[in-house]
Structures are given as structure tokens and as C-alpha cells.
């Protein structure tokens, strides 16, 4: 019997100043959202080089950035997202992995410093009965989708970067008899608020 294969699909913003975490710049100025926002690619790319047995594949927002390759142990690709809004983006990555070969496939950001390598394993675990695995965060979004086929419908006529972003996606799953599972909820970076919060955290940890 051969092995499901599994990839991971990484969607980051080229790090260019002025144009990440522009929600967290509007406090704290481009410059310190650029600083968290590597600080968060780091944090990403360390879960990366921990997961084993899953096919990595990185798609950049605008351009791949050079000699990037260096920095993982193995099995990264790297390409550059396609389509209009968000959404198409997400759909047409899945899309291109589904037609590759892979049985399972997850997407995350590189917005969550609390995502591990365990919840993304725990996530393909869970593709193995389930249809779909969300992520939850705490905005009312997702840090993590994955799926064992491809579920077009989820990213077609959404509205992106609102409250109720994963309930419109259970809707959607509902509607037409997928099923879904939930992971732990986790909180993204996207202001200062949400940063304060997370150094808080730390700080107690220690």
C-alpha cells in the first residue's frame, strides 16, 4: 500500500519595508513591523526544518527570494503565489498540489509564533478521517487549512480579513457534506496589540 504523500504549503510576503504588517505598522512604524514580521518568518521556517516526511512548498507574494534554499534541511520548494485575491491565491496552490500527486495538503501563514511542528502533524494526522482540518485563530480566521482533496467551493465568493472568516468556511463545508475537524486556537500577529499579548505570554513562560 503506498504511503499518502503530504505537502505543506507555506504562503509569505516577500519581507520588503512598508509592505508587511501593514496593520501593525499603522502603531509601531515599518521598520519594527518589519523586525517582528522576521522575527515570525524565523519562528516558520524553524517548524519547517523540524517536519519530516512532508513535502514543503513556500509561495512567495511576489518574487522568490534568492537563496532562500540554503536555509532548510530538505524538501522545500519554493514558487510565487497566483491569482487576484486571496482566496484564488489559496485555490490555485491547492490546486497545483492536488495535481502533483499529493493525497493530503495543509497551507498556513507566517503570522502564528504558537504553530509547531506537532499541530501540523496533528493536522495531516486528522486528514486521514476527516474531509478538512482548520486551524482556528483567535480573530475568527484560520492559521491552518488542510484537506485530503480539493474543496474549490471554500475559497469561491468569500469575503477575506473578517471575523467570521472560518464560520463562513464550516457554512460553506456544510453545504456540501465535507467534513471538518478543529485544532487547538492559536492567535495571529496581525497589530500591535496582538504582539504586546503575545511578548506577555512569553514573559510569563520564562
Not at 27 to 42: F, H, N, P, R, S
Not at 118 to 127: G, H, S, Y
Not at 145 to 174: A, C, Y
Request: proline letters at 2%; hydrophobic letters at 40%.
Amino acid at each position: 500500500m503506498r504511503e499518502n504523500k503530504k505537502a505543506l504549503i507555506v504562503f509569505q510576503k516577500n519581507p520588503v519595508l512598508g509592505k508587511v504588517k501593514t496593520r501593525l505598522a499603522a502603531t509601531v512604524g515599518d521598520a519594527k513591523a518589519l523586525e517582528i514580521y522576521m522575527k515570525l518568518l524565523q519562528h516558520t521556517y524553524k517548524v519547517i526544518n523540524q517536519i519530516e516526511a512532508i513535502d514543503t512548498f513556500i509561495y512567495f507574494s511576489e518574487k522568490v527570494e534568492s537563496g532562500l534554499e540554503e536555509m532548510f534541511v530538505d524538501r522545500v520548494k519554493l514558487s510565487v503565489q497566483n491569482g487576484a485575491d486571496l482566496g484564488s491565491r489559496m485555490k490555485n496552490a491547492f490546486e497545483e498540489i492536488f495535481q502533483e500527486g499529493y493525497d493530503q495538503a495543509a497551507i498556513i501563514g507566517t503570522d502564528c509564533p504558537e504553530i509547531t511542528e506537532d499541530l501540523i502533524n496533528q493536522a495531516f494526522e486528522t486528514l486521514a478521517y476527516s474531509d478538512t482540518v482548520f486551524g482556528p485563530a483567535r480573530d475568527g480566521g484560520y492559521y491552518l487549512l488542510g484537506m485530503n482533496q480539493f474543496i474549490p467551493h471554500l475559497f469561491e465568493k468569500m469575503t477575506w480579513s473578517h471575523d467570521r472568516v472560518l464560520m463562513d468556511s464550516i457554512e460553506k463545508l456544510n453545504l456540501n457534506r465535507n467534513s471538518f475537524t478543529l485544532l487547538e486556537m492559536l492567535s495571529d500577529i496581525d497589530n500591535e496589540a496582538d504582539w504586546i499579548k503575545y511578548k506577555n505570554t512569553l514573559s510569563q513562560t520564562i
